[in-house]
Protein backbone atom coordinates (compact mmCIF):
# COMPACT_ATOMS: atom_id res chain seq x y z
CA UNK A 1 0.00 0.00 0.00
CA UNK A 2 1.35 3.68 -0.89
CA UNK A 3 0.48 6.11 1.43
CA UNK A 4 1.00 10.15 0.65
CA UNK A 5 0.44 12.20 4.03
CA UNK A 6 0.55 15.75 5.05
CA UNK A 7 1.64 17.41 8.05
CA UNK A 8 0.84 20.80 9.08
CA UNK A 9 0.14 20.80 13.12
CA UNK A 10 2.73 23.63 14.11
CA UNK A 11 5.58 25.10 12.10
CA UNK A 12 6.73 22.63 9.78
CA UNK A 13 5.17 22.03 6.55
CA UNK A 14 5.85 18.21 5.55
CA UNK A 15 4.87 15.85 2.46
CA UNK A 16 5.82 11.73 2.78
CA UNK A 17 5.14 9.27 0.16
CA UNK A 18 5.98 5.43 2.49
CA UNK A 19 4.85 2.14 0.99
CA UNK A 20 4.06 -0.57 3.73
CA UNK A 21 2.42 -3.65 3.96
CA UNK A 22 1.50 -5.26 7.10
CA UNK A 23 3.84 -5.98 9.71
CA UNK A 24 6.59 -5.41 7.37
CA UNK A 25 8.94 -2.91 7.68
CA UNK A 26 7.93 0.59 5.95
CA UNK A 27 9.76 2.24 2.94
CA UNK A 28 10.04 5.94 2.66
CA UNK A 29 10.22 6.53 -0.70
CA UNK A 30 10.06 10.50 0.10
CA UNK A 31 10.02 12.82 3.10
CA UNK A 32 9.86 16.25 2.98
CA UNK A 33 10.06 18.90 5.27
CA UNK A 34 9.93 22.29 5.10
CA UNK A 35 10.49 24.10 8.79
CA UNK A 36 9.35 27.88 9.35
CA UNK A 37 11.83 28.07 12.17
CA UNK A 38 13.96 30.55 10.92
CA UNK A 39 10.54 32.92 9.93
CA UNK A 40 9.23 32.19 13.67
CA UNK A 41 12.61 33.45 15.25
CA UNK A 42 11.88 36.54 15.16
CA UNK A 43 8.96 36.34 16.97
CA UNK A 44 10.69 34.75 19.46
CA UNK A 45 7.75 31.35 19.21
CA UNK A 46 5.12 30.34 16.45
CA UNK A 47 2.91 32.77 15.41
CA UNK A 48 -0.72 31.31 14.21
CA UNK A 49 -1.50 33.17 11.19
CA UNK A 50 2.10 33.62 10.03
CA UNK A 51 2.44 29.69 9.93
CA UNK A 52 -0.72 29.21 8.80
CA UNK A 53 -0.02 31.25 5.59
CA UNK A 54 3.60 29.56 5.17
CA UNK A 55 1.60 26.07 5.25
CA UNK A 56 -0.15 27.42 2.23
CA UNK A 57 2.81 28.49 0.42
CA UNK A 58 4.64 25.39 0.36
CA UNK A 59 2.85 22.36 0.89
CA UNK A 60 2.06 22.52 -3.08
CA UNK A 61 5.96 22.35 -4.21
CA UNK A 62 6.54 20.10 -1.73
CA UNK A 63 3.85 17.57 -2.57
CA UNK A 64 5.62 18.00 -6.19
CA UNK A 65 8.89 17.63 -4.44
CA UNK A 66 7.64 13.93 -2.58
CA UNK A 67 6.24 12.49 -5.77
CA UNK A 68 9.35 13.73 -8.12
CA UNK A 69 11.40 11.47 -5.14
CA UNK A 70 9.47 8.52 -4.67
CA UNK A 71 9.17 8.41 -8.45
CA UNK A 72 5.19 7.89 -8.46
CA UNK A 73 2.46 9.66 -9.67
CA UNK A 74 -1.01 10.92 -7.08
CA UNK A 75 -2.97 8.29 -9.02
CA UNK A 76 -0.48 5.84 -7.84
CA UNK A 77 -1.39 6.34 -4.72
CA UNK A 78 -3.99 4.68 -2.60
CA UNK A 79 -4.39 6.62 0.84
CA UNK A 80 -3.94 9.80 1.41
CA UNK A 81 -3.45 10.69 5.15
CA UNK A 82 -3.50 14.21 7.13
CA UNK A 83 -2.34 15.00 10.72
CA UNK A 84 -5.82 16.42 12.07
CA UNK A 85 -4.84 17.43 15.47
CA UNK A 86 -3.47 18.23 17.88
CA UNK A 87 -2.12 21.39 16.78
CA UNK A 88 -2.90 24.87 15.62
CA UNK A 89 -6.66 25.18 13.96
CA UNK A 90 -5.60 27.21 11.58
CA UNK A 91 -2.32 25.55 10.57
CA UNK A 92 -3.87 21.85 11.13
CA UNK A 93 -6.65 22.82 8.20
CA UNK A 94 -4.11 23.05 5.73
CA UNK A 95 -2.85 20.10 5.99
CA UNK A 96 -6.12 18.40 6.24
CA UNK A 97 -7.87 19.91 3.48
CA UNK A 98 -4.92 19.75 0.77
CA UNK A 99 -5.01 15.46 1.94
CA UNK A 100 -8.45 15.34 1.40
CA UNK A 101 -8.86 17.19 -2.27
CA UNK A 102 -6.11 15.18 -3.30
CA UNK A 103 -8.39 12.31 -2.08
CA UNK A 104 -10.93 13.60 -4.15
CA UNK A 105 -9.17 14.08 -7.11
CA UNK A 106 -7.64 11.04 -7.40
CA UNK A 107 -10.69 9.14 -5.68
CA UNK A 108 -8.75 7.67 -2.97
CA UNK A 109 -9.61 7.32 0.93
CA UNK A 110 -8.49 9.73 2.95
CA UNK A 111 -7.48 8.73 6.89
CA UNK A 112 -6.99 11.52 9.15
CA UNK A 113 -4.08 10.68 12.14
CA UNK A 114 -3.22 12.16 15.59
CA UNK A 115 0.06 13.47 15.39
CA UNK A 116 0.86 12.10 18.76
CA UNK A 117 0.30 8.54 17.00
CA UNK A 118 2.83 9.45 14.09
CA UNK A 119 5.12 10.30 17.21
CA UNK A 120 4.44 7.10 19.35
CA UNK A 121 5.10 4.93 16.55
CA UNK A 122 8.23 6.70 14.75
CA UNK A 123 10.45 4.32 15.94
CA UNK A 124 8.94 1.11 14.56
CA UNK A 125 9.03 2.64 11.39
CA UNK A 126 11.64 0.00 10.27
CA UNK A 127 10.37 -2.94 12.02
CA UNK A 128 6.39 -2.43 10.92
CA UNK A 129 5.25 -4.41 13.82
CA UNK A 130 4.77 -2.58 16.86
CA UNK A 131 5.78 -4.75 19.82
CA UNK A 132 4.65 -4.31 23.58
CA UNK A 133 7.05 -1.58 25.57
CA UNK A 134 6.57 1.24 27.52
CA UNK A 135 7.19 4.87 25.14
CA UNK A 136 7.58 8.12 26.25
CA UNK A 137 6.84 10.94 23.62
CA UNK A 138 8.78 14.27 24.55
CA UNK A 139 7.76 16.85 21.94
CA UNK A 140 6.76 20.92 22.34
CA UNK A 141 3.57 20.03 22.82
CA UNK A 142 3.57 17.11 25.04
CA UNK A 143 5.13 14.99 27.48
CA UNK A 144 3.64 11.71 27.76
CA UNK A 145 4.28 8.17 28.90
CA UNK A 146 2.05 4.99 27.63
CA UNK A 147 2.16 1.62 28.17
CA UNK A 148 1.54 -0.16 24.76
CA UNK A 149 0.35 -3.63 24.12
CA UNK A 150 0.47 -2.97 20.05
CA UNK A 151 -0.66 -1.05 17.40
CA UNK A 152 -4.43 -0.33 18.46
CA UNK A 153 -3.98 -0.88 22.61
CA UNK A 154 -2.08 1.49 24.68
CA UNK A 155 -2.82 3.62 27.67
CA UNK A 156 -1.99 6.86 29.48
CA UNK A 157 0.64 5.81 32.43
CA UNK A 158 1.46 9.59 33.00
CA UNK A 159 2.08 13.30 31.56
CA UNK A 160 3.02 16.93 32.26
CA UNK A 161 0.55 18.76 34.93
CA UNK A 162 2.32 22.13 33.27
CA UNK A 163 4.58 22.53 30.83
CA UNK A 164 6.11 19.78 27.96
CA UNK A 165 9.28 19.05 28.27
CA UNK A 166 10.36 20.69 24.87
CA UNK A 167 8.12 23.86 26.03
CA UNK A 168 10.56 24.09 29.30
CA UNK A 169 13.36 24.04 27.01
CA UNK A 170 11.94 26.67 24.67
CA UNK A 171 11.04 28.93 27.90
CA UNK A 172 13.80 28.87 29.67
CA UNK A 173 16.17 29.27 26.19
CA UNK A 174 13.94 32.59 26.11
CA UNK A 175 14.95 33.52 29.33
CA UNK A 176 18.72 33.14 28.81
CA UNK A 177 17.99 35.11 25.84
CA UNK A 178 18.79 32.18 23.39
CA UNK A 179 16.86 32.15 20.37
CA UNK A 180 13.71 30.12 19.69
CA UNK A 181 13.35 26.89 19.17
CA UNK A 182 15.61 26.56 22.56
CA UNK A 183 15.91 23.15 23.10
CA UNK A 184 19.00 22.94 20.00
CA UNK A 185 19.91 25.70 21.35
CA UNK A 186 20.36 24.53 25.11
CA UNK A 187 21.85 21.49 24.23
CA UNK A 188 24.76 23.61 21.98
CA UNK A 189 24.97 26.03 25.02
CA UNK A 190 25.25 23.02 27.63
CA UNK A 191 28.23 21.09 25.75
CA UNK A 192 30.65 23.76 27.53
CA UNK A 193 28.93 23.75 30.64
CA UNK A 194 29.05 21.73 34.28
CA UNK A 195 25.46 19.56 34.97
CA UNK A 196 26.15 20.04 38.35
CA UNK A 197 26.86 23.35 38.56
CA UNK A 198 23.46 24.45 39.63
CA UNK A 199 21.03 21.91 42.16
CA UNK A 200 18.05 22.51 40.04
CA UNK A 201 14.99 20.91 41.78
CA UNK A 202 14.03 16.83 40.24
CA UNK A 203 10.01 17.99 40.40
CA UNK A 204 8.01 15.22 41.61
CA UNK A 205 10.33 12.56 41.40
CA UNK A 206 9.55 11.72 45.14
CA UNK A 207 5.71 11.56 44.19
CA UNK A 208 4.81 7.89 43.54
CA UNK A 209 3.15 8.95 40.59
CA UNK A 210 4.14 9.28 36.84
CA UNK A 211 3.13 12.59 36.22
CA UNK A 212 5.49 15.21 35.61
CA UNK A 213 5.67 19.10 36.14
CA UNK A 214 8.46 21.59 34.73
CA UNK A 215 7.30 25.12 35.84
CA UNK A 216 9.13 24.82 39.27
CA UNK A 217 12.15 24.18 37.34
CA UNK A 218 11.55 27.06 34.91
CA UNK A 219 11.22 29.31 38.19
CA UNK A 220 13.94 28.05 39.46
CA UNK A 221 15.93 29.18 36.97
CA UNK A 222 14.59 32.51 37.16
CA UNK A 223 15.07 32.92 40.45
CA UNK A 224 19.23 31.73 39.88
CA UNK A 225 19.24 34.39 37.26
CA UNK A 226 17.91 37.71 39.65
CA UNK A 227 20.09 36.13 42.11
CA UNK A 228 23.50 35.97 40.12
CA UNK A 229 22.54 39.37 38.60
CA UNK A 230 20.24 41.05 41.19
CA UNK A 231 21.02 44.85 38.24
CA UNK A 232 18.69 43.25 35.64
CA UNK A 233 18.14 39.33 35.92
CA UNK A 234 20.11 38.84 32.59
CA UNK A 235 22.47 35.87 32.75
CA UNK A 236 26.33 36.50 33.70
CA UNK A 237 27.42 35.62 29.77
CA UNK A 238 30.31 33.12 31.84
CA UNK A 239 27.54 31.05 33.64
CA UNK A 240 25.27 30.85 29.97
CA UNK A 241 27.36 26.97 30.07
CA UNK A 242 26.71 25.85 33.72
CA UNK A 243 22.97 27.37 33.70
CA UNK A 244 21.64 25.35 30.49
CA UNK A 245 23.78 22.28 31.29
CA UNK A 246 22.33 22.13 35.22
CA UNK A 247 18.80 22.69 33.44
CA UNK A 248 18.96 20.22 30.96
CA UNK A 249 20.82 17.74 33.31
CA UNK A 250 17.33 18.41 35.33
CA UNK A 251 15.24 17.44 32.37
CA UNK A 252 16.82 14.57 31.82
CA UNK A 253 16.67 13.04 35.43
CA UNK A 254 12.99 13.20 35.95
CA UNK A 255 12.68 12.08 32.22
CA UNK A 256 14.77 9.04 32.40
CA UNK A 257 13.83 8.40 36.35
CA UNK A 258 10.05 8.50 35.55
CA UNK A 259 10.46 5.99 32.23
CA UNK A 260 12.26 3.22 34.19
CA UNK A 261 9.60 3.48 36.50
CA UNK A 262 7.06 3.34 34.72
CA UNK A 263 8.62 0.41 32.46
CA UNK A 264 8.90 -1.58 35.90
CA UNK A 265 5.41 -1.06 36.81
CA UNK A 266 3.79 -2.04 33.20
CA UNK A 267 6.15 -4.97 33.25
CA UNK A 268 7.87 -3.56 29.47
CA UNK A 269 11.25 -4.90 28.77
CA UNK A 270 11.61 -2.25 25.55
CA UNK A 271 11.58 1.48 25.88
CA UNK A 272 10.74 3.29 23.19
CA UNK A 273 11.78 7.48 22.59
CA UNK A 274 10.32 10.02 20.86
CA UNK A 275 9.61 13.79 19.90
CA UNK A 276 11.82 16.31 18.83
CA UNK A 277 13.13 16.46 22.08
CA UNK A 278 14.49 12.93 22.02
CA UNK A 279 16.83 14.33 18.99
CA UNK A 280 18.90 15.73 22.39
CA UNK A 281 22.17 14.20 22.60
CA UNK A 282 22.29 13.88 26.61
CA UNK A 283 19.18 12.65 26.76
CA UNK A 284 20.23 9.56 24.45
CA UNK A 285 22.98 8.91 26.09
CA UNK A 286 21.25 9.28 30.00
CA UNK A 287 18.52 6.64 28.49
CA UNK A 288 21.31 4.53 26.87
CA UNK A 289 23.17 3.98 30.24
CA UNK A 290 20.07 3.48 32.60
CA UNK A 291 18.43 1.14 30.01
CA UNK A 292 21.68 -1.07 30.14
CA UNK A 293 22.12 -0.98 33.70
CA UNK A 294 18.23 -1.58 33.97
CA UNK A 295 18.52 -4.65 31.23
CA UNK A 296 15.75 -2.67 29.26
CA UNK A 297 15.97 -2.58 25.34
CA UNK A 298 15.99 1.15 24.12
CA UNK A 299 14.42 2.17 20.86
CA UNK A 300 15.25 5.61 19.58
CA UNK A 301 13.22 6.99 16.37
CA UNK A 302 15.78 8.33 13.53
CA UNK A 303 16.71 11.83 13.98
CA UNK A 304 15.12 12.38 10.84
CA UNK A 305 11.62 10.63 12.39
CA UNK A 306 12.47 12.93 15.87
CA UNK A 307 11.22 16.38 15.18
CA UNK A 308 7.93 17.17 13.03
CA UNK A 309 7.40 15.15 9.57
CA UNK A 310 4.61 13.74 7.88
CA UNK A 311 6.70 9.90 7.44
CA UNK A 312 5.42 9.31 10.83
CA UNK A 313 2.31 10.64 9.83
CA UNK A 314 2.68 8.26 6.87
CA UNK A 315 3.31 4.89 8.94
CA UNK A 316 0.68 5.46 11.48
CA UNK A 317 -1.95 5.73 8.72
CA UNK A 318 -0.79 2.72 6.81
CA UNK A 319 -0.84 1.10 10.90
CA UNK A 320 -4.76 2.39 10.62
CA UNK A 321 -5.54 1.64 6.74
CA UNK A 322 -4.39 -2.18 7.51
CA UNK A 323 -6.99 -2.79 9.94
CA UNK A 324 -9.43 -1.24 7.89
CA UNK A 325 -9.67 2.21 9.10
CA UNK A 326 -10.97 5.46 6.76
CA UNK A 327 -11.68 8.72 7.96
CA UNK A 328 -15.25 10.66 6.30
CA UNK A 329 -14.12 13.60 4.08
CA UNK A 330 -16.40 15.59 6.38
CA UNK A 331 -13.94 14.99 9.24
CA UNK A 332 -13.22 17.86 11.36
CA UNK A 333 -9.70 19.32 12.93
CA UNK A 334 -8.86 18.90 16.04
CA UNK A 335 -6.74 21.74 17.73
CA UNK A 336 -7.09 19.65 21.52
CA UNK A 337 -7.21 15.92 20.05
CA UNK A 338 -5.90 13.87 22.84
CA UNK A 339 -4.27 10.64 22.10
CA UNK A 340 -5.78 8.58 24.95
CA UNK A 341 -9.20 9.99 26.13
O1 LIG B 1 8.15 16.95 18.13
P1 LIG B 1 8.45 18.38 17.82
O2 LIG B 1 9.30 18.67 16.61
O3 LIG B 1 7.15 19.23 17.68
C1 LIG B 1 6.04 19.07 18.52
O4 LIG B 1 5.20 18.19 18.23
O5 LIG B 1 6.00 19.82 19.50
O6 LIG B 1 9.17 18.97 19.11
C2 LIG B 1 9.64 20.28 19.16
C3 LIG B 1 10.31 20.51 20.48
C4 LIG B 1 10.69 21.97 20.74
O7 LIG B 1 10.26 22.32 22.02
C5 LIG B 1 12.21 21.96 20.64
O8 LIG B 1 12.84 22.95 21.45
C6 LIG B 1 12.53 20.56 21.14
O9 LIG B 1 11.53 19.75 20.56
N1 LIG B 1 13.86 20.12 20.71
C7 LIG B 1 14.87 19.82 21.56
C8 LIG B 1 15.99 19.51 20.76
N2 LIG B 1 15.61 19.61 19.44
C9 LIG B 1 14.31 19.99 19.43
N3 LIG B 1 14.91 19.82 22.90
C10 LIG B 1 16.08 19.49 23.48
N4 LIG B 1 17.21 19.20 22.80
C11 LIG B 1 17.20 19.18 21.44
N5 LIG B 1 18.32 18.90 20.77
ZN1 LIG C 1 5.34 16.85 17.03
Redesign the pocket.
Known amino acids: MLVLALES??D?TAAAIVRGEPGEPADILASEVASQAEIHRQYGGVVPEVASRNHSLHLRPLVEQATRRAGVGLRDVDLFAATSGP?LASSLLIGATAAKALAVAAGRPFLAIN??EG?LFSPFVDRGRIPPHLAL??????TLLLDVAGASDYRKLGTTRDD????A??KV?KMLGLP?????????TAAGGRPDAFDFPRSMLRDPGLDFSFSGLKTAVLYTLTDRNPEDGTPLPDDLPDLCASF?QA?IDVLVAKSLRAAKRAGRDTLAL??????????REAFAGACRDAGLELLTADPSL???NAAMIAFAALLRAHRGHRSALDADIHPNLPLVP
Open positions: SCEGHLHIVSGGHAAGEFDAYPGGPEIEKQVSGGVSLNRALCGD
